[in-house]
C-alpha cells in the first residue's frame, strides 16, 4: 500500500469558490483537502481544475459519506467511485469519519455517532479493513462532534478511538476542534482524551471554528479557531509532535486571505514544535 504522506504542515480545505485562484496564483499553501464525493463526476470543469491543482498541491481525499459504522452493507457504488477518484488523483491521505449514516437503503446527510461498544468495534474494524483491502491503500479514520451520548456506552470517546486505531492499525485524523465541542457539551476533560490518544496513531489534524450562540457548542465549521481550541491543539502538538494539520471551514466561507490566516497560525505552532524539537 503507498505510505500516508502529508506534509508535516497547516493545509486548508479546497472549496469551490477558491478553486480558481488556487489554480492561477498557486500561493503557498503546505498541502490542500477536498471532499471526495463533490469530485465523483465523469468529467467537467471541477475534475479538470483538480487534476491541475493537484499537479501543485499535495492533496487529501476527506470522505462524508462512506458510513463506515452503518449496520446497513457497504455501499459498493460509494466505494468504487472512491477507488476511481483516489486512483485518478493518487492522494497523499484518504480519510473517512467515525460515524454511521446509513439505514434501510437510505442516506442521511449527516455524520451520526455510534454508540460506543465492543460490537460497534468490531463492525467499523471490519469495514476499515476490506475499504482499505478495496482501496489498495491506507485511510485515516476521523472522530466527529456529537450532540448525543448512548445509554448502552461501555467506555469512553477516546477509549472507543483509541481501540479502533488499536485493534485496525488504522491511522487518526484528530479533529481537535471536535475534541473540545464534544468536551463542553458532555463535559469531559479535553486533555485527558488527548492523553488517551496514541501518538503514533495520528497521521492528521483538524481544526475548525465552532457557534457557540445556543445552548451547547455547534461544530459548523463557519468560524475562525476559537482561543480554547488553538490552546488545546498547542496541547496535542506538544504531545505528538508536530502533524500535517488541516484548516477546515465548510459554512460561510470567507475571503481565501482568512483560510490562509488561520493556516499560517498553525504553521507557526507547528514550526515553534519543530524548533524545540530540534
Ligand atoms: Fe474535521
Redo the contacts with the bound molecule.
Sequence with gaps: MPATSLPVAAGVGLRAPHMARIRTERPSIGWLEVHSENFFLDGGPALAALDVIRSDYALSLHGVGLSMGSADPMDETHLAQLRRLADRVEPAAVSEHLCWGRIDGRHLNDLLPLPFTDEALGLVCERIDAVQGVLGRPILI?NISAYVRFGCDAMAEWEFVAEVASRSGCKLLL?VN?IYVNAVNHGFDARAYLEAIPGDAVAEI?L?GYDASGACLIDNHGARIAPPVWTLYRDAIERFGPKPTLI?WDTDIPALEVLLDEAAKAQRILEARHAIAA
Design positions: 476521523e479533529d471536535n483538524h475548525a477546515e
